[in-house]
């Protein structure tokens, strides 16, 4: 029979362990929630938001309408550069945390203005 090496149980244990609780000490909490409505004729609604540097943001849209043409998606350059498409029944999130003051656009995915967040 194989002898059991407790020193190595014990690595492997508060391996996982670490692993396990890492979510929870690591993910830094939302200060934040502003959720906006878009529809074609609209676009998106509201349209100004202001937060603080340093506290976690988490901006939802929900899509009325699926966009069409220039305005049919949407990012926030600076704070969040992936260009979200705006589908129909569905909820875009964009979770970001703003390092510096400064006025930063909603924007569609050519850089056009639609919105404005104000980081303090
Ligand atoms: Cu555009």
Redesign the pocket.
């Known amino acids: 029979m194989k002898r059991i090496d407790l020193k190595r149980v014990t690595i492997v244990a508060t391996t996982l362990l670490s692993f396990a609780s890492a979510p929870f000490s690591l993910a830094s909490t939302v200060a934040k929630t502003f959720t906006v409505n878009y529809t074609k004729a609209q676009d998106i609604t509201p349209k100004a938001f202001t937060v603080k540097t340093g506290e976690k943001v988490r901006l939802e849209v929900n899509a009325s309408e699926t966009g069409s043409?220039?305005?049919?998606?949407i990012m926030v350059p600076g704070l969040w550069n992936q260009a979200q498409p705006l589908v129909k029944g569905k909820k875009i999130v964009m979770e970001f945390t703003p390092q510096k003051p400064g006025v930063y656009k909603i924007?569609?995915?050519?850089?056009?203005s639609r919105g404005v967040i104000n980081v303090r």
Do not use: E, K, P, W
Not at 107 to 112: D, I, K, P
């Open positions: 043409g220039c305005m049919s998606s924007t569609c995915a050519m850089g056009l």
